[in-house]
């Protein structure tokens, strides 16, 4: 498709719990991004995949995050047990190429609330 | 210092106005620039793309300059639909693993009638 889908648009999980966010990149696009969006429009970068391989996930904290890009497959992202201060919009963002002069599309988000 | 820094504002002008955005990068290997805008904490999109020789698309104007390491936006004759968040967007290759889209904190625009 000509967007980026993001699923769910909300997921609200309680301290503990796992979310999976689900993303489905362009078609041919080979590059996907994961940012994390909390309050005051900080953007953070999380990870990124060119095809199904981690391309930099010097974001990712890594004791909790986990994320894949697997063939014929949306993208994931999932968090082992949620804390309060994982709440947050996490959006993903595709491109046909890293250095992409037309800028990186972005679909519209997935928020996660942990209650 | 963050890599990328911008004017939170807010910005508050009255439609018909002219208003300009600033905004800063840290890393000089930084490659590519952009300007994006967010409505109400939907999906960033796209505004325009930022060139070294400046570039217009109608009633923006986006300048770089990459020895300053500086890069403004230019809104003439604003209208209430351009109301949302700037953000200022820098995609930077190192030689290190910092190779991703930096944002800036966005900076509020509020046009009023």
């Known amino acids: 498709g000509e967007e980026v889908a993001q699923t769910p648009k909300h997921l609200v999980r309680g301290e503990g719990q796992k979310a999976k966010l689900y993303c489905a990149p362009i078609?041919?696009?080979?590059?996907v991004f994961w940012y994390q969006q909390v309050l005051k429009n900080e953007f953070k970068f999380l990870i990124s995949?060119?095809?199904?391989?981690?391309?930099?996930e010097t974001g990712m904290p890594k004791e909790r995050f986990s994320a894949k890009c697997l063939p014929n497959s949306p993208c994931s992202l999932e968090i082992q047990a949620t804390k309060l201060e994982d709440s947050a919009v996490y959006f993903c963002?595709?491109?046909?190429?890293?250095?992409?002069?037309?800028?990186?599309?972005f679909g519209s988000g997935t928020r996660l609330t942990v209650v | 210092r963050k890599e990328v820094e911008q004017d939170p504002g807010p910005f508050n002008v009255p439609e018909g106005a002219t208003v300009a955005f600033n905004c800063t990068y840290s890393n000089s290997a930084s490659q590519s620039f952009f300007w994006y805008r967010q409505d109400c904490r939907k999906e960033p999109k796209l505004l325009m793309s930022v060139y070294s020789s400046g570039n217009e698309d109608g009633r923006f104007t986006a300048q770089l300059n990459r020895a300053s390491q500086y890069i403004s936006l230019l809104i003439r004759d604003s209208k209430l639909s351009d109301s949302a968040t700037y953000l200022c967007?820098?995609?930077?290759?190192?030689?290190?693993?910092?190779?991703?889209?930096?944002f800036g904190s966005g900076t509020q625009l509020t046009v009023l009638p």
């Open positions: 963002a595709s491109s046909p190429q890293f250095d992409e002069p037309y800028g990186y599309t």
């Open positions: 078609k041919g696009h080979s590059y």
């Open positions: 995949f060119q095809n199904e391989n981690v391309f930099d």
């Open positions: 967007v820098v995609n930077s290759i190192s030689s290190g693993s910092a190779r991703q889209l930096t």
